[in-house]
T-cell receptor, first 113, second 115 residues
């Protein structure tokens, strides 16, 4: 059974700092990996989608990398801002597992002024 | 509407009561998903529809949970004889394509509290 772990569970940083969020998964036979953002009381917003054949994806200040063989992904946030404060979730779609996503428990990020 | 719409946003149910949660996906989206998110946890898959066909219901925790999408658009998740452990946020999501290789859009969720 695929298990997804995110470290750290919570993170507090000063504004302007670059930071890295980590995601690991136990089954490397994945179709793709996604990073989502969840604001309190809200649904999830897809940030980046990395196909299994890709190594990284970039969108603005966000960069996500994928190392499928080691079962790891990182989300890099450059020059963090208070508006980046949210919970960040990674999710994998397992090859042959249908269309469902398996989520980690998330990293709660707070960017302070 | 522009996004995935869910109703009710908040529901308090007495233990043993039946509840129905509604999801309006983005117009034209083929795929529809239901997830359950307990406090402090990531979402857990419940079920998946492709148009009106329920292709995967492996995540439904018990036979008290039932989902339908009879006309391939609006979906309803029904929970019978609610228990306290059913308290969670129920998230609906949709995507245009048959696979999740495309962007998936989530609603804001229906917050269920069973007392």
């Amino acid at each position: 059974k695929q298990e997804v772990t995110q470290i750290p569970a919570a993170l507090s940083v000063p504004e302007g700092e670059n930071l890295v969020l980590n995601c690991s998964f136990t089954d490397s036979a994945i179709y793709n990996l996604q990073w989502f953002r969840q604001d309190p009381g809200k649904g999830l917003t897809s940030l980046l989608l990395i196909q299994s054949s890709q190594r990284e994806q970039t969108s603005g200040r966000l960069n996500a990398s994928l190392d499928k063989s080691s079962g790891r992904s990182t989300l890099y946030i450059a020059a963090s801002q208070p508006g980046d404060s949210a919970t960040y979730l990674c999710a994998v779609r397992v090859t042959g597992g249908g269309n469902k996503l398996t989520f980690g428990t998330g990293t709660q990020l707070k960017v302070e002024l | 509407g522009a996004g995935v719409s869910q109703s009710p946003r908040y529901k308090v149910a007495k233990r043993g009561q039946d509840v129905a949660l509604r999801c309006d996906p983005i117009s034209g989206h083929v795929s529809l998903f239901w997830y359950q998110q307990a406090l402090g946890q990531g979402p857990e898959f419940l079920t998946y529809f492709q148009n009106e066909a329920q292709l995967d219901k492996s995540g439904l925790p018990s036979d008290r949970f039932f989902a339908e999408r009879p006309e391939g658009s609006v979906s309803t998740l029904k929970i019978q004889r609610t228990q306290q452990e059913d308290s969670a946020v129920y998230l609906c999501a949709s995507s245009l394509a048959r696979t999740t290789g495309n962007t998936i859009y989530f609603g804001e969720g229906s917050w269920l509290t069973v007392v």
